[in-house]
């Protein structure tokens, strides 16, 4: 069973940045991928951002060039670097992990972005 705890989420204006995290309880490097959703009210639930465990990332086209995932292998953590924020990227934000044909899920962080 993997965990993961995401932080960061908040209420940002438009043009502004916000940093999430998600913690996971074993270690990165045993996990496939990992990866954050979205899902906006109403809609379904998207892919934002998911590297490989060995592989490159790979951005959703709405995101690209604002958006960066990275990770601390020694915190078993990962973030979203979300830049130039726009209404548009209003929604819960999932972290992802992937180990084998299994998927898990964190609870999710909000972010709203409104003047």
């Known amino acids: 069973q993997v965990q993961l705890v995401e932080s960061g989420g908040d209420l940002v204006q438009p043009g502004g940045s916000l940093r999430l995290s998600c913690a996971a309880s074993?270690?990165?490097?045993?996990?496939?991928?990992m990866g954050w959703y979205r899902q906006a009210p109403g809609k379904q639930r998207d892919l934002v951002a998911r590297?490989?465990?060995?592989?490159?990332?790979q951005y959703a086209d709405s995101v690209k060039g604002r958006f960066t995932f990275s990770r601390d292998n020694a915190k078993n953590t990962v973030y979203l670097q979300m830049n130039s924020l726009k209404p548009e990227d209003t929604a819960v934000y999932y972290c992802?992990?992937?180990?084998?044909?299994?998927?898990?899920w964190g609870q999710g962080t909000q972010v709203t972005v409104s003047s």
């Open positions: 992802n992990a992937e180990r084998g044909s299994v998927d898990f």
């Open positions: 074993v270690s990165i490097f045993s996990l496939d991928a």
């Open positions: 590297a490989l465990r060995y592989g490159s990332t």
